[in-house]
């Protein structure tokens, strides 16, 4: 079984202040990891993804993202906020094959505001 | 290239009624899943199909059900509407089932159940 937290349902940021967006994931097998937004009315964009190899992971729009095995972990971050950043972000995680076949385990969200 | 495709984007249907949505994944793609979003349960996994099977499937009760057609263009179908039924529908669409591909998302089919 897999599960994903995301600690805070909203942040709250300057511009142009550092952005962190936690979150935390239990599976029992070598998970794969990603981060997706969603900006209002509309579908989910990948940000990054993490599956092997380096565990720092960098993503579109000056994310990344860093897998801590240790602290069952992958927290978003970014050095300085955009107003076009404020959205919601997902976590994700999934596994390889058999009953995870195209299954993406969604954490609860965190809502993005972002103030001028 | 084009994304992935979901037809209609909003709907109102009456409770009782079923309900069918369509998805066209990216070109060369041959896994569609859908998932359900609503504002109290979050994101929830409905079913994958791959090659016109059903690999996976979600906690959803069996008015739920959906097809993957040859050209791996797949519908989902909802009878009996229920009020809590609204929701927004996503589907998306991966190259392969491997779990560590990217798994893209279309904009999302609005049902409002009245």
């Known amino acids: 079984a897999q599960s994903v937290t995301q600690l805070g349902s909203h942040v709250s940021v300057s511009e142009g202040a550092l952005v962190l967006l936690r979150c935390n994931y239990s599976s029992s097998v070598p998970p794969y990891l990603f981060w997706y937004v969603q900006y209002p009315n509309q579908g989910l964009q990948l940000l990054l993804k993490?599956?092997?190899?380096?565990?720092l992971v960098k993503g579109i729009n000056g994310f990344e993202a860093e897998f801590k095995k240790s602290e069952t972990s992958f927290h978003l971050t970014k050095p300085s906020a955009h107003m076009s950043d404020a959205a919601e972000y997902f976590c994700?995680?999934?596994?390889?094959?058999?009953?995870?076949?195209?299954?993406?385990?969604f954490g609860q969200g965190t809502i993005l505001t972002v103030h001028p | 290239k084009a994304g992935v495709t979901q037809t209609p984007r909003y709907l109102i249907k009456t409770r009782g009624q079923q309900v069918t949505l369509s998805c066209s994944p990216i070109s060369g793609h041959r896994s569609v899943s859908w998932y359900q979003q609503t504002p109290g349960q979050g994101l929830q996994f409905l079913f994958e199909?791959?090659?016109?099977?059903?690999?996976n499937k979600g906690n959803f009760p069996g008015r739920f059900s959906g097809r993957q057609f040859s050209n791996s263009r797949s519908e989902m179908n909802v009878s009996t509407l229920e009020l809590g039924d609204s929701a927004l529908y996503l589907c998306?669409?991966?190259?392969?089932?491997?779990?560590?591909?990217?798994?893209?998302f279309g904009e999302g089919s609005w049902l409002t159940v009245v």
């Open positions: 993490y599956t092997t190899g380096a565990t």
């Open positions: 994700a995680v999934s596994n390889a094959g058999g009953t995870s076949y195209g299954k993406l385990t």
């Open positions: 998306a669409s991966s190259l392969d089932t491997a779990g560590r591909d990217t798994i893209y």
């Open positions: 199909y791959f090659s016109e099977t059903q690999r």
